[in-house]
């Protein structure tokens, strides 16, 4: 028993068949055989901080908050960065009361600079939170303010055939 077949059933040409006019005539397409497809990843903030470790003055309000109340500072990068910002402010607080903020600060640091690839090192970091922790908070506030967290990692990917 069975089905008696079907005219043009199973296909001879592949599946689905052609249609006259679609898909529409485009150069390059369709895609020559032997093509490779790169992707090329491209970071926001182009490799380096936005701004000068000195340059302060563009938000001078979060300048004097990371010099008067630096847990407080510590707790809106974290926030800028998708993290809690309660749970920043008191790990800051509690790294102060032992005198390890630096390296709390430089660890924080490390991973801006990983995200947007900047280039660096910790003894930098390090150096930065422990001499000058308000202007390195400054700036990495102006940088997290200029390319804001999105939900990961910070990324755009462009794809690119050659053929």
């Known amino acids: 028993q ?3 077949p079907q005219q043009g059933y199973p296909p001879q040409q592949g599946y689905p068949p052609q249609q006259p006019g679609y898909p529409p005539q485009q150069p ?12 090329i990843v ?11 470790i000195c340059d302060c003055t563009e938000d001078c309000g979060f300048c004097i908050l990371a010099a008067c109340c630096p847990c407080i500072a510590f707790g809106q990068l974290k926030e800028q ?25 430089c660890s924080n640091r490390s991973t801006i600079r990983s ?9 930098e970091d390090w150096c930065c939170h422990l001499f000058c922790p308000c202007l390195a908070m400054t700036q990495e506030h102006l940088h997290l303010s200029k390319f804001p967290y999105q939900g990961g990692a910070q990324t755009v990917v ?6």
Do not use: D, L
């Open 158 to 163: 462009v794809q690119q055939n050659k053929f």
């Open 42 to 52: 491209q970071q926001g903030g182009g490799g380096n901080w936005s701004n000068g």
């Open 28 to 39: 390059g397409y369709p895609p020559q055989q032997g093509g490779t497809t790169t992707v």
């Open 2 to 4: 069975g089905y008696p």
């Open 115 to 123: 995200r947007f690839s900047i280039p660096g090192g910790c003894c």
């Open 81 to 105: 960065q998708g993290e809690g910002c309660c749970g920043g402010c008191c790990i800051y607080y509690c790294a102060t009361q032992f005198g390890i903020h630096s390296c709390i600060g």
